[in-house]
């Protein structure tokens, strides 16, 4: 089974900056990595596919990059509404695994 | 529009069944595969299993937790999956989640979710 490690599993930051989480997979995944975003009681949201594919209706803040092993989710102008978890999930082998998640908090 | 509605959860003693249903409308549901994805309380998403769509077979898919107890499958007449979960352990509480799709698709749709506790 492919294994996917995400980091940091928890990061604070402030309203306007920039940030990365990075997920690694066991073995390669071409670009078969999709990102997910989930605020507290809420169901996940698709937000990236195609490891750099913006879902439609996702701001363009958000961007997604790499290819094989190790991908990175990039937030840039960070704003209120995205402190949430993250989660990576790998979908090129079954069965599909999801990263541990990132949380996001406000500093 | 697109909407997964998912039914079935409750509490169960272990050791019991339950059968979870996903019903889908606003796209082809045919031409779908489909997911269960789950998430214990406080904890993050687990992937659960897959059924591709039946023109490609309807083969099910399932991660190591849970195959050989749950199983996958599905009505495309009444356009819904199920998760047939028999066998239930404390640690299958979660909520259950059903979503669309595989490839670049996967999961760009999800339900609400339904609770499942396992407990005496």
């Known amino acids: 089974d492919i294994q996917m490690t995400q980091s940091p599993s928890a990061m604070s930051a402030s309203v306007g900056d920039r940030v990365t989480i990075t997920c690694r997979a066991s073995?390669?995944?071409?670009?078969?990595l999709a990102w997910f975003q989930q605020r507290p009681g809420q169901v996940p949201k698709r937000l990236i596919y195609?490891?750099?594919l913006l879902q439609t209706g996702v701001p363009s803040r958000f961007s997604g990059s790499g290819s094989g092993t190790e991908f990175t989710l990039t937030i840039n102008n960070l704003q209120p509404e995205d402190f949430a978890t993250y989660y990576c999930l790998q979908h090129d082998s079954y069965p599909y695994t999801f990263g541990q998640g990132t949380k996001l908090e406000i500093k | 529009e697109v909407h997964l509605v998912e039914s079935g959860g409750g509490l169960v003693q272990p050791g019991r069944s339950l059968r979870l249903s996903c019903t889908a409308s606003g796209f082809n549901f045919g031409e779908y595969g489909m997911n269960w994805v789950r998430q214990a309380p406080g904890k993050g998403l687990e992937w659960v299993g897959f059924?591709?769509?039946?023109?490609?077979?309807?083969?099910?898919y399932y991660a190591a937790s849970v195959k050989d107890r749950f199983a996958i499958s599905r009505d495309d007449s009444k356009s819904v999956v199920y998760l047939q979960m028999n066998s239930l352990e404390t640690e299958d509480t979660a909520v259950y989640f059903c979503t669309r799709g595989g490839g670049y698709v996967v999961s760009d749709y999800w339900g609400q979710g339904t609770l499942v506790a396992v407990s005496s």
């Open positions: 195609g490891a750099s």
């Open positions: 059924i591709r769509s039946t023109a490609y077979g309807g083969t099910t």
């Open positions: 073995q390669g995944i071409t670009n078969y």
